[in-house]
């Protein structure tokens, strides 16, 4: 069974770095695609960013585009999101998730809180 852990979520100032790693385990781990997701409360859950795991191709949402830096660590099975110049409004919880088609996201990580303040 394949498990996704988020980590390195915390509080950081308006302008501020963070840094989130998503490790998966699980025996013979494989995915596709995995991606960066986040839910502000009240408010639906948006993707982030995902990263292609052969070639890595990367989508970013425009209001993280040129700020958030996705990449993946093959050997350790780990997808991580650098997040620059934060905003207030980066504040969400966030989740990683693995598709294995480019389509649907079938593991989700237990979630990461991400709180900016200004």
């Known amino acids: 069974q394949v498990r996704l852990v988020e980590s390195g979520g915390g509080l950081a100032q308006a302008g501020g770095s963070l840094r989130l790693s998503c490790a998966a385990s699980?025996?013979?781990?494989?995915?596709?695609?995995m991606g960066w997701f986040r839910q502000a409360p009240g408010k639906e859950r948006e993707i982030v960013a995902t990263?292609?795991?052969?070639?890595?191709?990367?989508y970013y949402a425009a209001s993280v585009k040129g700020r958030f830096t996705i990449s993946r660590d093959n050997a350790k099975n780990t997808v991580y999101l650098q997040m620059n110049s934060l905003k207030p409004e980066d504040t969400a919880v966030y989740f990683c998730?693995?598709?294995?088609?480019?389509?649907?996201?079938?593991?989700w990580g237990q979630g990461t809180q991400v709180t900016v303040s200004s």
């Open positions: 998730a693995r598709s294995l088609s480019g389509g649907g996201y079938d593991v």
């Open positions: 699980g025996r013979a781990f494989s995915t596709y695609v």
């Open positions: 990263i292609r795991w052969t070639d890595e191709n990367t």
